[in-house]
């Protein structure tokens, strides 16, 4: 950042923004999931089904579909505003956001199928990409944390990211583990092992993380930008007075 010169200050305010904006789309998507949860708890069973199906009552697709929009644009303005501020992502956390926003904009466009079986295109390429979106942003938080870890002011958003990101790697595979019976349906498995009834729960869990781990980077991105700003004034105002 120091050698951006006289244009740091417009790299700070433009980071600001960003982040503002980050956390703002992130929590407007938190608020959208949270109503379509208290508004279809009677339709859709919040312990057993996943939240693709409030796609198939009321508003409920409008709903969805711009929740997760917006959580992938929120997911942009992070990353644009964490690049704004010096840091750089590599190939594997840069592919793996990608990953992520991706998935979430085609989980977006194409509707699971109503029913235990996929039988469309449409809930086929949904399917693949809500697997997708729940192990690429693990990922991309673990690999972004080990870019972050070496800079003071990250490492300790670094290793909470870091801790998440393994936390949310275990819900993912909990995760798995509920629905192989939906998607091994020959696969013989004890009625004390079977995991369906709670797949729903794990499944809010485990998007929940992943929204606070982002959201998390967006408040330190904000901290950093804003902290900047503020030693950057501090020497003009010594030599003032």
């Known amino acids: 950042m120091t050698k951006r010169g006289p244009w740091l200050g417009g790299f700070l305010f433009l980071a600001s ?3 503002l904006l980050s956390i703002i789309a992130m929590i407007r998507s938190l608020a959208m999931m949270t109503y379509l949860n208290i508004r279809f708890a009677h ?3 919040p312990f057993s089904r996943a939240v693709s199906y409030y796609v198939f009552y009321g508003d409920g697709r409008e709903e969805f579909a711009t929740s997760v929009t917006i959580l992938a644009a ?3 303005l992070m990353l644009v505003g964490m690049w704004t501020v010096g840091i750089r992502f590599g190939g594997a956390a ?3 956001f990608g990953v992520w926003c991706t998935s979430l904009s085609l989980c977006a466009i194409f509707p699971t199928d109503n029913g235990k079986t996929i039988t469309s295109t449409s809930g086929l390429i949904h399917q693949v990409a809500g697997a997708s979106l729940f192990v690429s942003l693990p990922l991309a938080g673990v690999a972004l944390a080990k870019r ?3 800079d003071e002011r990250w490492a300790r958003t670094a290793r909470v990211v870091r801790r998440m990101a393994m936390v949310t790697m275990g819900l993912a595979a909990a995760y798995l583990a509920t629905r192989l019976p939906d998607l091994f349906p020959s696969l013989a498995v004890p009625g004390v092992l079977d995991g369906r009834g ?3 729960l794990v499944q809010r869990a485990l998007f929940g993380l992943e929204m606070l781990m982002l959201m998390a980077l967006s408040v330190r991105l904000l901290r ?3 902290g900047t700003a503020r030693e950057r004034r501090e020497p003009a105002r ?3 007075t």
């Open 17 to 19: 923004c960003l982040s």
């Open 43 to 45: 339709e859709v069973d």
């Open 74 to 76: 929120g997911t942009v």
């Open 94 to 96: 840069t592919t793996l």
């Open 148 to 150: 972050l870890a070496g």
């Open 198 to 200: 709670i797949s729903g």
């Open 224 to 226: 950093v930008a804003v």
């Open 238 to 240: 010594v030599e003032a």
